[in-house]
Nanobody, 119 residues
Framework: QVPLQASGGGLVQPGGSLRLSCAAS????????MGWYRQAPGAQRELVAR???????NYADSVKGRATISRDNAKNTVYLQMNSLKPEDTAVYYC?????????????WGQGTLVTVSS
């Protein structure tokens, strides 16, 4: 098990910004890809943004132009900067990762952090 620690959620006004952080703890593992997913009440969990080990990134259409995902390999941490937030961005945001330990690949999920966009 590779623990993932998420932080950065909170209450934000429409048009505001925030930055989410996700750190993977431990050693002797490789992150294949790591990113952020969100789930609104009554909805399915969806991909927000994801970054791969080689630096490639994917974004949901709903956040393109407003979100930027980045990484700090030395800290095994990824960041999600979100700007121009909308009420529909309100959701519980989860950090998720595909991690390789030796020759085994496993999915890991961190604890969700709530983002509320409201005036």
């Amino acid at each position: 098990q590779v623990p993932l620690q998420a932080s950065g959620g909170g209450l934000v006004q429409p048009g505001g910004s925030l930055r989410l952080s996700c750190a993977a703890s431990g050693s002797a593992f490789s992150i294949v890809h790591m990113g952020w997913y969100r789930q609104a009440p009554g909805a399915q969990r969806e991909l927000v943004a994801r970054i791969t080990s080689d630096g490639g990134a994917n974004y949901a259409d709903s956040v393109k132009g407003r979100a930027t995902i980045s990484r700090d390999n030395a800290k095994n941490t990824v960041y999600l900067q979100m700007n121009s937030l909308k009420p529909e961005d309100t959701a519980v945001y989860y950090c998720g990762a595909l991690i390789r330990v030796r020759a085994s690949y496993s999915d890991y999920w961190g604890q969700g952090t709530l983002v509320t966009v409201s005036s």
